[in-house]
């Protein structure tokens, strides 16, 4: 093969899947995303504090695994806010699978169950050191809006939203 010849990479294809907030899976991606949390933002969380936990889907409600290779490697939840919004949470992705377009899928994804399931309107949280996940939100259409919820007490909150059509 000469120099000049471009290799492309072979990428196994993602499998989007709902699951049961409590899939052995989800349990676990939620237990890496909590580590990292603490790791962001150490001062938010008491030592020995409880690991995050799943609660069970309620009505219009979607839990997404996203898998590669038969491996876990993202997961997020729509929730319903209200009536009207849905909020979009969970949204993680594995460390050793970031910037190769999961994120950017499984988001996508959830707008779409988010249609599916009525809802025009959807917000999210995030945190403020999590710039990557900021980036992604603004590409794909989210806007800045003020905190909401329990969120709203919280400085290192950082929520947006989006209208879907």
């Known amino acids: ?14 499998v989007v899947e709902p699951v049961d ?21 150490p001062e938010l969380f008491a030592p020995g504090s409880p690991a995050p936990t799943n609660s069970p889907l309620g009505e219009r ?3 997404l695994l996203v898998w590669r290779e038969g491996v876990a490697v993202g997961c997020g939840a729509l ?15 594995t460390l050793n699978a970031r910037r190769e377009g999961i994120g950017r899928t499984l988001l996508a994804r959830l707008e779409a169950e988010a249609l599916a399931l009525g809802y025009r309107r959807v917000v999210l949280e995030t945190g403020m050191r999590q710039k990557p996940a900021m ?13 909401y919820g329990n969120f709203a007490k919280d400085p290192t909150s950082v929520c947006f939203g989006k209208t879907l059509r």
């Open 21 to 41: 907030p409590m899939h052995l899976q989800a349990l676990a991606l939620l237990a890496e995303a909590g580590r990292e949390a603490r790791a962001l933002y």
């Open 135 to 147: 980036a992604l939100y603004r590409a794909a259409g989210w806007r800045r809006i003020p905190a």
């Open 1 to 14: 093969m000469s120099e000049d010849a471009v290799i492309e990479a072979v990428v196994a294809p993602l």
């Open 79 to 93: 929730r319903r806010l209200d009536g009207h919004r849905g909020e979009l949470c969970r949204l993680f992705v």
């Open 61 to 63: 409600e979607v839990y």
